[in-house]
């Protein structure tokens, strides 16, 4: 028994590295007996890749107690791939091709599960799902690991006496699924996507009858995320057909991005078991398919009197509020790196199309990149910043925010009286790509400071091998504007 404990991760890991809180102790202790209860057969171990996607293993009810003592091997070489699993650094040298040695040779790192963020999942049989943190065999943080590159942001919030609060606000299609493209020509490199259908006609937004159309859709994907334990607010029918927007209640902290990545995960594993085809992408290229956005509420909050700390009784935002604002407008081009982390992500940046198309911030304006929402006594002010996408990896936008929110707090910057017209405002243009977005992240001494050089270098690395394959596709646009006339 002692030699089958020992073939998962490392034993005692945790503990030998003081890995658990006290209180991670107790959940754990009483997760395992919970498994047991509920006659569980397999426990889905979830990490948040770079991308902000999940990746994980499917372990054994049996064997997952001693993962909670050993934590789970994993490979590293998950680190070293783009958004199409291509390696964009060369894995087996000295180095990496990263100056990071440690990562030669594409050795396990051990995944260590958070017991607090447990759940069952309702439309997979006899199945936990878990979410973990990356860390090296030596017990030190994965670098890379963008859970814990936003719990150095709330940590630094928290030692001024302040928390992160956040609510999601996030558009998606729902299609419907008529070819999966399984042939073997079509698993490419990336594969071909599949070739999918609309669940009904859009451009009446809002509409009831329209979203009732999808009812049979919307209402078992809202029944399991409400399972689960996400706090659904709205669902709403946007623009395009079969475009979907989905709000959330507020809440503090890790639990926001928590629940961003498990909310991409479980609708698209849904839709996908009724036989439809769920996507975040932006801007899909299907005719009349209009962008979808990830706006991102936020505020301030006292940690030890839990108020909100930007509102204010006779301005539409506080002094707090404002210094928050101008260091998210100071840092707004770097930041898009990852508020907006695809190609496809600037195909949004448009004027006159409810979408920002420069750094601006305003009053209960849509047009504006940073939109303050409420106003003079209203307890629920806060901060909408429109620029992300539905792509993006909440931890790393979510600290990206708090990082230059606060550096507007400490160095007591003035954002400037309010944009009354945003897209017709003199003030520097968004990124008009992700070479551009990037080009600034590069420049930027801030966020390297911020998140660290070797993290910043890793995103950089990361996203540049995005843009070689893109640049070295010959797209149907050059096809059809030189292939004839020249």
């Known amino acids: 028994m002692a030699e089958q404990e020992g073939s998962l991760g490392k034993a005692g890991f945790i503990a030998q590295h003081g890995l658990y809180s006290d209180e991670q102790v107790a959940?754990?202790?009483?997760?395992?007996?919970?498994?047991?209860?509920?006659?569980?057969?397999?426990?889905?171990?979830?990490?948040?890749?770079?991308?902000?996607?999940?990746?994980?293993?499917?372990?054994?009810?049996?064997?997952?107690?001693?993962?909670?003592?050993?934590?789970?091997d994993f490979q590293t070489a998950t680190l070293f791939m783009d958004t199409t699993n291509n390696l964009f650094a060369p894995i087996f040298e000295r180095n990496a091709g990263m100056n990071f040695a440690a990562l030669a040779g594409g050795p396990d790192a051990i995944l260590v599960p958070d017991p607090g963020t447990f759940r069952v999942l309702p439309w997979a049989e006899r199945s936990g799902w878990v979410l973990a943190e990356m860390y090296l065999a030596d017990g030190t943080p994965c670098p890379f690991d963008s859970r814990q590159v936003l719990r150095r942001q709330l940590d630094a919030l928290a030692r001024r006496g302040l928390s992160f609060m956040a609510g999601l606000e996030v558009e998606?299609?729902?299609?419907?699924?008529?070819?999966?493209?399984?042939?073997?020509?079509?698993?490419?490199?990336?594969?071909?996507?599949?070739?999918?259908?609309?669940?009904?006609?859009?451009?009446?937004?809002?509409?009831?009858?329209?979203?009732?159309?999808i009812d049979h859709i919307l209402v078992p994907l809202q029944r399991h995320l409400e399972a689960i334990g996400l706090p659904l607010r709205t669902m709403e029918d946007e623009w395009g057909p079969g475009q979907c927007e989905f709000t959330f209640d507020p809440e503090l902290g890790l639990t926001p991005a928590d629940h961003m990545v498990l909310f991409r995960s479980a609708t698209k594993q849904v839709c996908r078991r009724m036989g439809y085809h769920a996507t975040f992408m932006t801007r899909p290229a299907l005719p009349n398919f209009f962008s979808s956005g990830w706006h991102l509420h936020m505020s301030l909050i006292d940690a030890a009197t839990r108020t909100n700390l930007f509102a204010d009784p006779a301005e539409p935002l506080s002094p707090l509020g404002r210094q928050f604002v101008a260091g998210l407008l100071e840092h707004a081009a770097a930041a898009c790196v990852f508020a907006a982390p695809t190609i496809n992500g600037y195909k949004r940046f448009r004027p006159n199309s409810f979408a920002p198309d420069r750094i601006t911030w305003a009053v209960e304006n849509r047009a504006a990149m940073l939109r303050v929402v409420g106003g003079p006594g209203d307890p629920g002010?806060?901060?909408?910043?429109?620029?992300?996408?539905?792509?993006?990896?909440?931890?790393?936008?979510?600290?990206?925010?708090?990082?230059?929110?606060?550096?507007?707090?400490?160095?007591?910057?003035?954002?400037?009286?309010?944009?009354?017209?945003?897209?017709?405002?003199?003030?520097p243009l968004l990124p008009r790509s992700l070479m551009e977005a990037t080009a600034a992240l590069r420049a930027s001494p801030f966020y390297r400071e911020a998140f660290g050089a070797q993290f910043v270098d890793y995103i950089l690395a990361v996203k540049q091998s995005e843009i070689d394959r893109f640049l070295a596709h010959v797209t149907d646009w050059e096809q059809r504007e030189y292939f004839e006339v020249y």
């Not at 493209?181 to 329209?210: C, K, N, W």
């Not at 979510?398 to 707090?409: E, H, P, S």
Request: one cysteine or more; charged letters at 25%; glycine letters at 6%.
């Open 27 to 72: 959940q754990a202790e009483a997760l395992a007996a919970r498994v047991r209860e509920l006659d569980l057969e397999t426990v889905r171990v979830a990490w948040t890749d770079q991308h902000g996607i999940l990746r994980g293993k499917h372990v054994m009810a049996r064997d997952f107690p001693a993962v909670l003592a050993n934590g789970l």
């Open 381 to 427: 002010t806060h901060i909408e910043n429109r620029a992300g996408e539905p792509c993006a990896n909440p931890y790393l936008y979510m600290a990206a925010q708090i990082a230059a929110g606060l550096d507007g707090i400490e160095r007591a910057l003035d954002p400037g009286p309010p944009e009354r017209a945003p897209y017709e405002a003199e003030k």
């Open 172 to 213: 998606f299609y729902i299609t419907k699924l008529e070819d999966r493209m399984l042939e073997p020509a079509q698993a490419g490199y990336p594969p071909d996507p599949p070739r999918v259908s609309v669940i009904a006609h859009g451009f009446q937004y809002l509409t009831e009858d329209r979203q009732d159309e």
